[in-house]
């Protein structure tokens, strides 16, 4: 009966412990639709408001830019909503860059960020990673990101 007993104790703090993340994934959706709102688009020039991108990086997106019939090609970096520990990072090839967005040149490539997306990846290094399992774009370094997950796909914000 002792076990019986510590086994729902245990599933209720599990229930409650569950229910209040899901009850802050909810406040950080608000809070993200209610930036959206608030954002200026004026920033400062910094070395924080930075986007760091690594030589692997560039590389890449010369490769992509090279085997691609269009001439301008953009990395563009998201963040949004999901992933395992509440916020993801998107990556996406695109030709245009959007009114809002900020733009980061190395070399001859270019990344661009919304406004939105901005305020999690300030300060951010962006690198492109081979491995066995994956080669993948990867936020590497983002000092916004309380913690991540494993795979380096979701953060949890600062």
């Known amino acids: ?10 599933w209720r703090s599990y229930l409650v ?45 010369r490769r992509l830019k090279e085997n691609a019939e269009g001439g301008n090609m953009l990395l563009r970096i998201r963040v ?12 996406t090839l695109d030709d245009v860059s959007e009114e809002g967005d900020r733009t980061f040149s190395k070399e001859d490539v270019q990344i661009v960020v919304d406004e939105v997306s901005m305020q999690f990846l300030k300060g951010a290094t962006v690198d ?3 491995e066995l399992i994956k080669s993948a774009f990867e936020v590497t370094s983002n000092p916004n990101a309380e913690s991540s997950c494993g795979c380096g796909n979701s953060f949890v914000p600062t």
């Open 128 to 130: 492109y990673t081979e």
């Open 80 to 91: 949004d909503s999901g992933g395992c520990s509440g916020f993801q990072y998107s990556f």
């Open 17 to 61: 412990h569950s229910h209040a993340l899901r009850v802050a994934r909810c406040q950080n959706l608000a809070l993200l639709r209610e930036s959206r709102k608030n954002f200026s688009a004026e920033v400062s020039e910094d070395e924080e408001c930075q986007l760091h991108i690594t030589d692997a990086c560039v590389e890449r997106i």
């Open 1 to 10: 009966m002792a076990l019986l007993a510590r086994l729902s104790a245990g």
